[in-house]
């Protein structure tokens, strides 16, 4: 079963446009939330690590916020370049697991348009 | 800037056929892993280690058999490649702590025909 949830599945802005990515979870216990961004064909690229409740970060233009109550995170990505094409990955830490499991979403591919 | 390093970047074998991906981390990391990500799903989990001779069995391991020779290297194995097998696979590494950085390889590229 599915325990990371991403949407939308993809999503087109145009350069300059503003756009939300969404993440929920069911991963039990939960310890942390990271987003990665992964260009095609290459590594996964560590965006921001979310660790409180109600934690919120930002990193340029890249923001976040992370709800355990309602198991559900947020990605903000403010005036979209060309270059932020990619797919954004939502990964989840087990807070029960000794070895860092981590639980991946299957990502949202964000393409962005002149 | 930790490192990790995959080799090779692509594969091609034929059904049947003997592979070894490596990967090599220089960041003195405890835990290293393997995934494989294929479209549609999120990346999955095939054998994790946190140390040196250690091996520990993922979420997709069959088919696949791994080998901590060292705390830099991690060997992932396919002994009797099936075109099942073909995918992207990642490796990653991180220290012990639960929420530290994780580090990951830029990819190796798995055809079985």
């Known amino acids: 079963k599915t325990q990371v949830e991403q949407s939308p599945q993809s999503l087109v802005v145009r350069q300059g446009e503003n756009c939300v990515l969404q993440?929920?979870?069911?991963?039990?216990?939960?310890?942390?939330l990271r987003w990665f961004k992964q260009d095609t064909g290459k590594g996964l690229v560590s965006l921001t690590v979310l660790v409180d409740q109600k934690d919120k970060t930002s990193n340029g233009r890249y923001s976040a916020t992370l709800d355990k109550d309602a198991k559900h995170s947020t990605l903000h990505i403010t005036a979209t370049l060309l270059d932020d094409t990619a797919t954004y990955i939502c990964?989840?830490?087990?807070?029960?697991?000794?070895?860092?499991?981590?639980?991946f979403g299957a990502g949202t591919q964000l393409i962005v348009i002149p | 800037e930790a490192a990790v390093t995959q080799s090779p970047r692509n594969k091609v074998t034929v059904t049947g056929g003997n592979v070894t991906l490596s990967c090599r981390q220089t960041?003195?990391?405890?835990?290293m892993y393997w995934y494989r990500q294929d479209t549609g799903h999120g990346l999955r989990l095939i054998h994790y280690?946190?140390?040196?001779?250690?091996?520990q069995i993922g979420d997709v391991p069959d088919g696949y058999k791994a080998t901590r020779t060292t705390q830099e290297d991690f060997f992932l194995l396919l002994e009797l490649a099936s075109p099942s097998q073909t995918s992207l696979y990642f490796c990653?590494?991180?220290?012990?702590?639960?929420?530290?950085?994780?580090?990951f390889g830029k990819g190796t590229r798995l055809t079985v025909v």
């Open positions: 993440c929920n979870y069911s991963v039990t216990p939960d310890n942390h």
């Open positions: 990653a590494s991180k220290f012990r702590d639960r929420n530290t950085e994780v580090f």
């Open positions: 280690s946190y140390g040196a001779g250690n091996l």
């Open positions: 990964v989840v830490g087990d807070r029960g697991s000794a070895l860092g499991r981590l639980h």
């Open positions: 960041n003195s990391h405890n835990y």
